[in-house]
């Protein structure tokens, strides 16, 4: 069956860097777009990043854009989110996430980013 | 990239029917028939609830229906349960690969 295991996330001081991956089990994760999809504590989902299937397309939401990379190797089934000049506005569990035709229907459990001096 | 808008609460009493609004855009909502809608309990992970505006993956019950008018989707839950206490989030393509969520809905039964 589908499994997408995250790890990576920490606490990490503003301004500091933290790379996220997800570990992806159960489909040919080379065929597939994958997103990264973020929600702080007690607040919404937010979609954060994608990557197309062969890596060569990745947008952003404007929020992250400039300071978040999302890459992946196919050859590891490894999704990353390389994370810079981390805010407190950032902090928050970040999923994984694989698309189905249109929609996101398989999520991780997430990893918790925690930014704070 | 806004974020849709949805109401933040709705409820209702159990075996009523309650309707959740999800507004964007021509550049969003109004723009695909990828509207999908999420039931988050707390702690858990998002689950599907409806995909491609109104059709519901197995195992959903036919309680939950979705429709769209222009830029504005809908989630309705007929026959409100104790369990559908929940929040809800819609989701839109929004052209491209990229997708954006709405605000969350939190439905509590009365």
């Known amino acids: 069956q589908v499994q997408l295991v995250e790890s990576g996330g920490g606490v990490v001081q503003p301004g500091r860097s933290l790379r996220l991956s997800c570990a992806a089990s159960?489909?040919?994760?080379?065929?597939?777009?994958m997103h990264w999809v973020r929600q702080a504590p007690g607040e919404g989902l937010e979609w954060v990043a994608v990557?197309?299937?062969?890596?060569?397309?990745?947008d952003y939401a404007d929020s992250v854009r400039g300071r978040f990379t999302i890459s992946r190797d196919n050859s590891k089934n490894t999704l990353y989110l390389q994370m810079n000049s981390l805010r407190a506005e950032d902090m928050a569990v970040y999923h994984c996430a694989r698309v189905v035709n249109s929609w996101l229907g398989y999520w991780g459990q997430g990893t918790l980013v925690t930014v704070s001096s | 990239q806004s974020a849709l808008t949805q109401p933040r609460s709705v409820s209702g009493s159990p075996g009523q029917s309650v309707t959740i609004s999800c507004t964007g855009t021509?550049?969003?909502?109004?723009?695909?028939?990828?509207v999908s809608w999420y039931q988050q309990h707390p702690g858990k992970v998002p689950k599907l609830m409806i995909f491609d505006v109104s059709k519901r993956p197995s195992g959903v019950p036919d309680r939950f229906s979705g429709s769209k008018s222009s830029n504005t989707a809908s989630l309705t839950i007929s026959g409100l349960q104790a369990e559908d206490e929940a929040d809800y989030y819609c989701?839109?393509?929004?052209?491209?690969?990229?997708?954006?969520f709405g605000t969350g809905t939190k439905v509590t039964v009365l």
């Open positions: 159960g489909f040919s994760f080379s065929s597939y777009a």
């Open positions: 989701c839109s393509s929004a052209g491209g690969y990229t997708y954006v």
């Open positions: 990557i197309s299937y062969d890596g060569s397309t990745k």
């Open positions: 021509s550049s969003d909502v109004g723009g695909y028939n990828y």
